[in-house]
C-alpha cells in the first residue's frame, strides 16, 4: 500500500479478470474485508443489454459513466 493508497493487483488475477489500464473497479466494503470488481461500462451492454441490465438499470449506468465524464 502506498501513502496515495495505492495498490497493486497481481497479473494472473489482472488477466483473469480483464482488468487492463483504464477499467475502472467498484470498492465494495464486504463486512469481512474490501472487494475491488470491475464496473460494467456502456460498451459491456452494447448488443446484448438484456443479458446483463434491465433498462432502468442500463439507464442508471449511463447516467453514472456520464456523471464521471463531468
Do not use: C, H, N
Request: proline share 4%; glycine share 8%.
Amino acid at each position: 500500500m502506498t501513502k496515495k493508497g495505492q495498490t497493486t493487483i497481481p497479473v494472473r488475477l489482472r488477466k483473469k479478470y480483464k482488468i487492463e489500464e483504464g477499467t475502472r473497479l467498484a470498492v465494495l466494503d464486504t463486512g469481512e474485508g474490501i472487494l475491488l470488481k470491475p464496473k460494467m461500462s456502456i460498451w459491456d451492454l452494447i448488443g446484448s443489454g438484456s443479458k446483463f441490465a434491465t433498462p432502468e438499470e442500463m439507464k442508471k449506468l449511463l447516467d453514472e459513466s456520464r456523471a464521471e465524464d463531468e
